[in-house]
Structures are given as C-alpha cells and as structure tokens.
C-alpha cells in the first residue's frame, strides 16, 4: 500500500509530561495536507484518496495516538489522554517536525473531531479544514433521540467503566470488529483487503481496543469540557471548511443538515460548504474514493 510513500515514526510531547510515538507515511510533493483516520480504522483507511492528492500535494497520513501503529499512553483518570486536544496537538507536533507550520486537514470520524479541536486549539497552523460524516460531538450528545441512540449504541457502550466493554468485546474482536466496519450505511467489502488486514492486527490487540475505548470516554466527559470552553471563549471556526456526509449513513438521516449544523459553528456561514455524496453510508471515503478525492482536490486547489 502507499506506493511511492515513505513511513515515519515520530515522538512528541505528551501532556503529561511523557512521550508519543506517532507511526504514518508521507509522499507527494506541493502543500502539505494531513489526513486523519476515525474508529475502528487506522491510516490505511485514506490510500486511494491519499494516491490521488500526492499527485499535486504533499499527504501525510498518520495513526492517532492508541490506533494502528502509534503509541497507546496511559489516559489517566480523566481520560485526559485520549482527548481530541491531546490528538490534535500530536498531529500539530508531527507536521511541525516534518517541516509544515501550516497546511490542510481532512478528517473521517474521529480524526474529524479531532481535526474540529485542532481548528479551535490551533487555529493559526490550518488554512482548510474537511469534516467528513460527522455531527459535532456536543451537537451529538445534546440531540440523542431512539434513532440515534440505536445506530450509536457504541457511544454510550464504549463510555460505560473499563473493564466491563474490554471484556464483552474480547468475546469475539475480529467478529465485532467486522460488524462495525459494515455498519452505518456501509457494506464490510467497501474495505480493501489490505487495509481490512490492518485494522484486524491493531483490533486482536487487547491494549489497542482499550485506547479505543478510551478515545469514547473522553469524548463524552473531557471532550464535552473542552467543547463547553471553547463556546464560552468564542472559539469558533475561522477558515474554510468541506462538510461531506454519505446520504445512506446516520448523519445523513439527520432531522437538521449537517451543512446547517457546522455553519452554526463558524465565524461566517459561508466559510462553511459541502454535500451529502449519494449511495455512500459512513465509510465514504472507502466507499466511492474517488469522488472524495476529488471534492478534497477542488476544495484544497480553491
């Protein structure tokens, strides 16, 4: 995979004081664009659509911190070590190491929460932003209804205390862990075999899983705090922003438009554009690669 690309492993600064170690690959050349993988994924996620932007962009594609290849700290009592501020600084830190002090970012799922703090904590190092099939994570908890609740039942399973989802899930990780790949809209064959193989070596990883589930607790306890801050401070987004969405998946189905839903979160509405991409489900980018590679190639070149 990533034919032409070179790996890296960088350490970084952890915010207790510790170290990360971010694993990823780079190739390309022109402006840097850094591309962020959500759950249960990891980098491999992005090869197509990554292929596709090196022709005219620098991509760099790392593992957050507790997936794939990248280190797994302690979370602490907080869960502080799994927040989106902690992510989004890693990946600040590993761009600045490469050379990049400012460029692009396009997150899926997670890397895209991690890619809304990274607007708001870090605002002077992104000049463009995409946010694929995501509802900001307070907008989320704030507007749980039964669909909801049913389609994100992992939310609020994950949250619940450790060890008690650690175990239910080491019944059958490979199992589960393929459940959920062809969950939300999307079918289990819109994962290329070799990235499916990825994600099976990180998820058979009792620690791996846990990290994960430690990406979900913070999300709904130190998240939230952040989040609550930021909208105190007036932190909101200031550049321009791609919101994609698959018309089959959960956000898709979502009473309000997620395009009306991000643009409540900037500074100008029209900083803020995007559409749902027809027949994908949650794994857009898996699904039709070559269409979010191409949305990302005309916003990034705008």
Same mark, same amino acid.
């Given at each position: 995979?990533?034919?032409?690309?070179?790996?890296?492993?960088?350490?970084?600064?952890?915010?207790?004081?510790?170290?990360?170690?971010?694993?990823?690959?780079?190739?390309?050349?022109?402006?840097?664009?850094?591309?962020?993988?959500?759950?249960?994924?990891?980098?491999?996620?992005? +090869?197509?659509?990554?292929?596709? !932007?090196?022709?005219?962009?620098?991509?760099?594609?790392? *593992?957050?911190?507790?997936?794939? +290849?990248?280190?797994?700290?302690?979370?602490?009592?907080?869960?502080?070590?799994?927040?989106?501020?902690?992510?989004?600084? *890693?990946?600040?830190?590993?761009?600045?190491?490469?050379?990049?002090?400012?460029?692009?970012?396009?997150?899926?799922?997670?890397?895209?929460?991690?890619?809304?703090?990274?607007?708001?904590?870090?605002?002077?190092?992104?000049?463009?932003?995409?946010?694929?099939?995501?509802?900001?994570?307070?907008?989320?908890?704030?507007?749980?209804?039964?669909?909801?609740?049913?389609?994100?039942?992992?939310?609020?399973?994950?949250?619940?205390?450790?060890?008690?989802?650690?175990?239910?899930?080491?019944?059958?990780?490979?199992?589960?862990?393929?459940?959920?790949?062809?969950?939300?809209?999307?079918?289990?064959?819109?994962?290329?075999?070799?990235?499916?193989?990825?994600?099976?070596?990180?998820?058979?990883?009792?620690?791996?899983?846990?990290?994960? !589930?430690?990406?979900?607790?913070?999300?709904?306890?130190?998240?939230?705090?952040?989040?609550?801050?930021? +909208?105190?401070?007036?932190?909101?987004?200031?550049?321009?922003?791609?919101?994609?969405?698959?018309?089959?998946?959960?956000?898709?189905?979502?009473?309000?438009?997620?395009?009306?839903?991000?643009?409540?979160?900037?500074?100008?509405?029209?900083?803020?554009?995007?559409?749902?991409?027809?027949?994908?489900?949650?794994?857009?980018?898996?699904?039709?690669?070559?269409?979010?590679?191409?949305?990302?190639?005309?916003?990034?070149?705008?």
């Amino acid at each position: 995979m990533f034919d032409g690309f070179e790996s890296f492993d960088l350490t970084v600064g952890d915010p207790d004081g510790g170290v990360v170690t971010v694993h990823g690959v780079r190739g390309g050349a022109g402006p840097p664009v850094l591309l962020l993988h959500g759950f249960p994924q990891d980098h491999a996620m992005w +090869e197509p659509v990554a292929t596709a !932007l090196a022709r005219t962009h620098t991509v760099v594609c790392p *593992d957050l911190r507790g997936y794939g +290849e990248s280190g797994r700290p302690a979370s602490g009592d907080d869960h502080a070590g799994y927040a989106f501020r902690a992510m989004a600084a *890693d990946q600040v830190a590993v761009m600045e190491q490469l050379g990049f002090d400012t460029f692009a970012v396009a997150g899926h799922d997670r890397g895209a929460r991690v890619t809304h703090r990274m607007l708001l904590d870090h605002p002077e190092r992104v000049i463009r932003a995409a946010l694929l099939d995501i509802l900001p994570t307070a907008y989320v908890y704030d507007h749980v209804d039964r669909r909801l609740a049913t389609a994100y039942y992992h939310w609020f399973f994950f949250i619940q205390p450790a060890d008690l989802p650690e175990r239910l899930i080491a019944g059958d990780p490979l199992g589960y862990l393929h459940r959920l790949l062809g969950g939300w809209g999307s079918g289990l064959d819109a994962h290329p075999a070799e990235a499916l193989a990825s994600y099976e070596r990180a998820f058979a990883d009792p620690a791996a899983r846990h990290a994960m !589930l430690e990406d979900y607790r913070a999300g709904a306890s130190i998240d939230l705090e952040h989040d609550a801050a930021s +909208e105190r401070a007036g932190e909101r987004i200031s550049v321009p922003a791609l919101v994609l969405w698959g018309d089959a998946g959960v956000v898709g189905g979502n009473a309000e438009s997620p395009l009306d839903v991000w643009r409540g979160l900037a500074d100008d509405p029209a900083l803020v554009t995007g559409r749902a991409l027809a027949g994908a489900g949650h794994f857009l980018a898996d699904e039709q690669p070559d269409v979010v590679a191409a949305e990302l190639a005309g916003f990034l070149q705008a």
